[in-house]
């Protein structure tokens, strides 16, 4: 079996609405059920026994043994492998289907976490399947653990991953920034980054005074607050003349270290003293000697001006059973389920090093010595879980002057989210000079030991985290228009976006010719798809965000966003059919559903009302509908309306909302997009932008406002029934590229009264012969002659076929040879049609390129002013 290609679907998608990866796999010559493969299905079972608990189609454990008894096939198997190597590894997925594309061709298609493992687990399940037919031996626990390593570094630890469950259940969108642990939190304005637990609120002199930890110390000491004495030794003899002046016993640290590396406690001579110092020194060079303070270790955690959770912390160590070694009862407890390497887990590995060894020995141990029975065995005197150590919950203890002094504390140095370091003999008692003292303030504290406490009860810190930075009541994200369709998109985005900034807002738009914030193009080029979408979300500066969504992006990659406030179908007709596997109109409808199935529980779907798909889309869209109809006595209309719906539609030539009154937006004729009602598919797009704003609760005033100021222009709708007076004649340019839109533009092109209609006409090469046949058909019958030419992207079409294709289609239509002229470059083909063009002709020409045919048409213009003045010199 052989993997041809991998695809990641990063957001929601026709295929589920979590992440999924779809890998495309040819299994060659083994199109056979397994079962028919000599001894395939025990070497899976042997390898991987845990599938027997996958239920498959049968819905109860061990329907997926039930299956490969019966004969299923290596794709199915692939699937199932994928899955449980994702379970075992920690991830909980379920989701997955194969299905045959064609041959020998399959679509494997799973649900990931994290797509490194993923794609890993993928060609693992790959190569195992491979071995098995094969009879190799696959030493399975080998690669799963090569797998292991790259999680580790790759996956968000145990803190972060907190913050982003508290995110999502807050219902606030989650990115993860990079392979880091940054992640963006919300879209537009109200998006907020966070690091670990460092917000972008956190002040960085604050982050810089905390890593110092004599700095803090002195401001810690200037606001009146309990702190050991000590000082910063620049060498050895330094060291021994701080530790003999404030008296042993002492501690000794790196100046700028972290996670209790290099850190001493409780040296009680000169001797050990050295020792620490010369380990201390080989992570910074300078070292901090303080007096030690006798007491339990406490993790005060202050999240802005309050304390969330305390933590009492043990050093790491280990409880002798008087049978096993000391290196024993490590390897023991490192077997725990929740120890990993460094942050991968809850608790991380203890480790035997230099500093365990030291330690060891102050308490009289060798590591291979068998200690009596009951006795706790310790490897660090700092109690930080990165070198091993666990946490007990102590929140409902700490003292009320306490928890003020920990919020002083932060606060002196600047922090909004602080670890504050305590040790003293109980947390329940005011801490005072004599009894304790605050040891160090940490900037970006890990959480995990609130989440995850030895004892105690769990504190959801994350959850505070994220309520400080978007406090009940406040905007996590901006509203959100998706807008997808056969036809229409493009000029409902502009609509849209025409009718928001009327309003006030910051508006960021994408659409088949870039992504914009106002009238600004920050991107050129066709920017429909979801990159340009997460693109435009990251923007800081947008109030409002509408995204044109493109039936290729969806197939490709899913959505760019979560969840719309409103999800907008236009409408579905031909096109794009016999590609990516859709081959029926249900299958664009199916695949442009997506739109308002991500839809939020109180937004909006607007749906076409007078098309034949909605009923069928109706089905799957959430939230409320807001259906739009060119006709008032639409049956949909008339139900939806008795039913307490939202509708808009043409009352008496005028645009109305019906939301249990009837309230007039605009007329037809006063939309300038519409050319006084002549280009009637406007007026559906400008309904379906009507709705939309309403839907997000712009006022109807600013709306009709909105409509009335929007023109089909190069300013406002560069590329959409654009219409340019060239002397005695005009030309229509329009991106009309399928059946439906092709009809409708030159229907309203003919309500403009031309003398002739001209056409210069060219199709995608990736569309269909039967429609590439009609489309020159419907041209054949619509003007009086035709420029036939094509696009510089053939899409495989060799030069000239599509061309041939249409010249069939217009002398089918009715036109006669004479007036039909292939001239395959675009701009040769309009400068013909111009040249030729006789008073009171219209042009229409539908282009691959905007810019080249815009430029096309000025240098005519000019040339022809040019003659025009020359004439009037000569006379």
Same mark, same amino acid.
Request: glycine content about 8%; aromatic content about 6%; some cysteine.
């Given at each position: 079996?052989?993997?041809?290609d ?76 994928i ?24 679509? %494997? ?22 071995k ?11 690669e ?21 469950k508290?995110?999502?259940e ?15 939190? *919300?879209?537009g ?19 810089d ?62 001797e ?31 999240v802005?001006? +309050? ?41 991380t ?26 006795? $706790?065995? $310790? ?6 879980? #990165? ?31 602080a ?24 900037a ?5 030991m ?7 009860? #769990? ?13 009940? *009541? ?8 998706s %807008? ?15 009718? @928001?900034?009327? $309003?006030? $807002? ?10 914009y ?45 979560d ?28 695949v ?27 089905? +799957? ?28 539609y ?26 006084n009602g ?51 004649? +005009? ?30 006409? *060219? ?17 054949g ?10 696009d ?7 030069? *000239?076929?599509?061309?041939? @294709? ?34 009171? &002709? ?24 040019? &003659? ?8």
């Amino acid at each position: 079996m052989i993997i041809k290609d991998i695809r990641v679907y990063r957001g929601r998608n026709i295929y589920c609405h979590r992440p999924v990866v779809k890998m495309i796999v040819d299994t060659g010559d083994y199109d056979i059920p397994t079962k028919d493969i000599p001894g395939f299905n025990e070497r899976l079972i042997k390898t991987i026994p845990s599938l027997n608990k996958h239920c498959c189609s049968y819905g109860y454990e061990g329907g997926f043994l039930k299956r490969l008894d019966e004969g299923t096939y290596l794709p199915h198997v692939t699937e199932h492998i994928i899955l449980e190597i994702q379970n075992i590894l920690g991830y909980d997925v379920k989701y997955g289907k194969a299905r045959l594309i064609e041959g020998h061709l399959y679509n %494997v298609i799973f649900e990931y976490e994290l797509e490194e493992c993923a794609i890993r687990s993928a060609k693992l399940a790959v190569k195992m399947v491979n071995k098995f037919i094969s009879g190799e031996d696959f030493d399975f626990e080998q690669e799963l653990e090569q797998i292991r390593k790259v999680v580790v570094e790759v996956e968000l630890g145990p803190s972060t991953m907190a913050l982003k469950k508290a995110a999502e259940e807050a219902s606030i969108p989650v990115t993860r920034v990079g392979n880091g642990s940054i992640l963006r939190l *919300g879209y537009g304005r109200y998006q907020k980054m966070i690091e670990g637990t460092i917000t972008q609120n956190t002040s960085c002199i604050a982050v810089d005074i905390a890593c110092d930890k004599i700095l803090t110390k002195n401001i810690i000491k200037e606001y009146g607050l309990p702190v050991p004495e000590g000082d910063v030794a620049y060498n050895e003899n330094d060291a021994i003349g701080i530790a003999e002046e404030i008296g042993y016993p002492v501690v000794v640290k790196p100046f700028n270290g972290n996670q209790g590396k290099g850190v001493f406690l409780n040296l009680l001579n000169k001797e050990e003293l050295i020792v620490a110092y010369r380990n201390a020194k080989n992570i910074s060079d300078l070292v901090i000697v303080e007096r030690h303070i006798k007491g339990k270790n406490y993790r005060v955690l202050v999240v802005g001006d +309050r304390v969330v959770a305390v933590s009492e912390r043990i050093p790491a160590r280990v409880l002798s059973d008087g049978i096993h070694t000391i290196r024993e009862l490590v390897e023991i407890e490192n077997r725990n389920p929740l120890r990993g390497v460094g942050h991968e887990k809850p608790l991380t590995k203890i480790n035997i090093d230099n500093i365990s060894q030291f330690v060891l020995k102050k308490q009289g141990y060798q590591i291979d010595d068998i200690p009596p029975k009951g006795v $706790y065995v $310790y490897f660090r005197e700092s109690a930080n879980l #990165s070198t091993g150590g666990t946490a007990i919950d102590r929140t409902k203890e700490i003292h009320p002057d306490n928890i003020e002094i920990a919020v002083r504390a932060a606060k002196a140095i600047g922090l909004d989210i602080a670890g504050i370091d305590i040790t003293m003999e109980n947390i329940s008692m005011p801490l005072n000079r004599s009894n304790g003292a605050i040891i160090e303030v940490n900037a970006a504290p890990g959480i995990r030991m609130h989440h995850y406490p030895s004892k105690g009860k #769990s504190r959801d810190v994350a959850k505070a985290i994220v309520n400080m930075l978007y406090p009940k *009541g406040s905007k996590a994200t901006i509203p959100i228009i998706s %807008v997808t369709g056969t036809n229409g998109k493009t000029t409902t985005v502009r609509m849209i976006s025409q009718i @928001l900034r009327m $309003y006030g $807002y910051t508006v960021g738009m994408t659409s088949t010719d870039g992504i914009y914030v106002d009238d600004v193009c920050i991107y050129k080029g066709d920017n429909s798809g979801p990159k340009s979408a997460r693109t435009c979300l990251a923007d800081k500066n947008i109030d409002a965000a509408v995204l044109e969504t493109a039936r290729g992006g969806i197939v490709r990659e899913g959505l760019g966003y979560d969840l719309a406030d409103v999800g907008i179908i236009t409408n579905i007709s031909e096109d794009h059919l016999g590609i990516d596997g859709i081959e029926t109109l249900e299958d664009l409808a199916f695949v442009k559903s997506l739109v308002v199935e991500a839809v939020k529980k109180d937004g909006y779907s607007v749906l076409n009302a007078d098309d034949p798909m909605t009923p069928y889309i109706s089905k +799957r869209a959430k939230g409320k509908i807001i259906y739009f109809s060119m006709h008032e006595n639409n049956i949909t209309i008339k139900r939806h309306l008795e039913e307490g719906g939202i509708s808009v539609y043409v009352k008496n030539d005028t645009i109305v909302i019906a939301n249990g009154e009837i309230v007039p937006v605009a007329k037809i004729d006063e939309i300038p997009a519409t050319l006084n009602g002549k280009v009637l598919y406007n007026v559906e797009n400008a309904m379906a932008a009507i709705a939309a704003s309403y839907g997000i609760k712009i006022p109807v005033n600013v709306i009709s406002k909105g409509i009335k100021s929007f023109y089909c222009d190069e300013n406002h709708n560069p590329g959409r029934f654009n219409i340019f007076n060239v002397g005695s004649f +005009r030309v229509l340019v329009d991106y009309g590229h399928n059946i439906d839109s092709i009809r409708k533009v030159i229907e309203s092109a003919r309500k403009l009264n031309p003398n002739r209609l001209l056409g210069v006409i *060219g199709v995608p090469g990736d569309r269909s012969d039967s429609s590439t046949l009609k489309i020159g058909e419907i041209c054949g019958e619509g003007f009086d002659k035709v420029y036939i030419k094509e696009d510089l992207d053939l899409r495989g079409r060799k030069p *000239g076929e599509i061309a041939k @294709l249409l010249e069939i289609g217009v002398l089918k239509g009715g036109l006669s040879k004479e007036d039909v002229n292939v001239i395959l470059k675009e701009v040769d083909a309009l400068k013909t049609a111009m040249y030729e063009a006789q008073p009171g &002709d219209l042009i229409v020409i539908f282009y691959e390129k905007y810019a080249p045919v815009v430029d096309v048409i000025n240098n005519f213009i000019k040339i022809s002013q040019f &003659d025009i003045d020359e004439s009037k010199e000569r006379a």
